[in-house]
Structure formats: structure tokens, C-alpha cells
T-cell receptor
Framework: DAKTTQPTSMDCAEGRAANLPCNHS???????VYWYRQIHSQGPQYIIH???NNETNEMASLIITEDRKSSTLILPHATLRDTAVYYCIVIRRNQGGSEKLVFGKGMKLTVNP | DGGITQSPKYLFRKEGQNVTLSCEQN?????MYWYRQDPGQGLRLIYYSQIVNDFQKGDIAEGYSVSREKKESFPLTVTSAQKNPTAFYLC???????????FGPGTRLLVL
């Protein structure tokens, strides 16, 4: 699976949009971009995923560049409860085997009042 | 309420003791996973199971054992052979191959 690069940390004001970048310049055509987040001492929470098109759900939006080498997760109105470590990973689905998830160190988002 | 449950939330192990961590899901998911997370680190796969009565070793299976007698349950035993068991243990499951993995709340294991 392709590796991803994220900033180590980011701050955001409560109520503002949080734009979380991720680079995945070696992504293959059949690899999906997934975002999870982990609040301290809790299990990772799935947020959203996409292949080529932009995606939106009740939690966030995912914008993938046309060349698919980078993406941005957007939390439209950040709240204090969005403070967490955010993981951007790329996964080749239906690959057989374990399909294990490989999380890097992620990016710590701190939402400030 | 559907989801993945893990118990207990905290578990203490004495030297030489085996302990079992519970993972249950009522999502009718086929596959279940056990990961270990150390402070400031990513996830490492311990064991996974894609169907009942079958499971495979992950990257760090030594000192651990599992069973999958029922679709909804995938308990993990940390044996005395695991010399550094202190970690956060995460169970995950997915419906079918290629589908999203969802995680339970985790169990933190501490050695006394």
C-alpha cells in the first residue's frame, strides 16, 4: 500500500472549518483514500473514504485532487469534540490476505475555544 | 444497539498469568481483527479471522492466541510468553473483503 504524509499537528478555532491535508504521491489506481480519527484512549473511528470523486457524509467531506496524489479532509464546523489524531491511509481493497490497516503517526488536530 | 464491544476497558495482568480479552460484534461481519497499539505508535496486526473456525497470524502473533468458534466473537488470550504485553488492544471487524474496518473501544492491558 502507498505511504501517506501528514503534518504532525494543526490547530483550528471552534466553529471554523478544519482542512486536514494528506499527500499520497505514490498511490495506485486501485487504492482508496481512507480517513480515521482516534480520540485519546478510544478506538479509531472511521470518517470517510474515496477513490477518485469527492465524497461527503454527515461527518466530513473528502476532496481528492485530480491526479489523486493528495487529498484534504474537511470538517465544516469544528467542535471541541473533534480534537483527535487523524489518520490518512491508502488501501488496496479486495487484495486478499489480511487487508490489515497500517496507521502511521497521524496528525493531531486541536480545536481551540 | 449495533456495534463492536470490547471488555474489560482496563485489565491488569500479573507475571506469568494468561489473560483473555473479549471482542463481540453484532454487525454480522465476516472478518475480525486484533491490533496492538503502543504509545505514540501505529497499529500492529496480531491475528485475524475471515470466517468462523479459521484464523491467521498477523505480524506479531508470538505470545498471543485466539479462537473463532462463533461469528460474533473473537477473544484474544495474552499468554505468559508475551514478555511485553502492556499496550492498548483494539478489535476490528469488517463485513466482506474490501469493506471498511470498524473498531471497538479498546482494552488497555497493564502488567502489575
Amino acid at each position: 500500500d502507498a505511504k501517506t504524509t501528514q503534518p504532525t499537528s494543526m490547530d483550528c478555532a471552534e466553529g471554523r472549518a478544519a482542512n486536514l491535508p494528506c499527500n499520497h504521491s505514490t498511490i495506485s489506481g486501485n487504492e482508496y483514500v481512507y480517513w480515521y480519527r482516534q480520540i485519546h484512549s478510544q478506538g479509531p473511528q472511521y470518517i470517510i473514504h474515496g477513490l477518485k470523486n469527492n465524497e461527503t457524509n454527515e461527518m466530513a467531506s473528502l476532496i481528492i485532487t485530480e491526479d489523486r496524489k493528495s487529498s484534504t479532509l474537511i470538517l465544516p464546523h469544528a467542535t471541541l469534540r473533534d480534537t483527535a489524531v487523524y489518520y490518512c491511509i491508502v488501501i488496496r481493497r479486495n487484495q486478499g490476505g489480511s487487508e490489515k490497516l497500517v496507521f502511521g503517526k497521524g496528525m493531531k488536530l486541536t480545536v481551540n475555544p | 444497539d449495533g456495534g463492536i464491544t470490547q471488555s474489560p476497558k482496563y485489565l491488569f495482568r500479573k507475571e506469568g498469568q494468561n489473560v483473555t480479552l473479549s471482542c463481540e460484534q453484532n454487525l454480522n461481519h465476516d472478518a475480525m481483527y486484533w491490533y496492538r497499539q503502543d504509545p505514540g505508535q501505529g497499529l500492529r496486526l496480531i491475528y485475524y479471522s475471515q470466517i468462523v473456525n479459521d484464523f491467521q497470524k498477523g505480524d506479531i502473533a508470538e505470545g498471543y492466541s485466539v479462537s473463532r468458534e462463533k461469528k460474533e466473537s473473537f477473544p484474544l488470550t495474552v499468554t505468559s510468553a508475551q514478555k511485553n504485553p502492556t499496550a492498548f488492544y483494539l478489535c476490528a471487524s469488517r463485513l466482506r473483503q474490501g469493506e471498511t474496518q470498524y473498531f471497538g473501544p479498546g482494552t488497555r492491558l497493564l502488567v502489575l
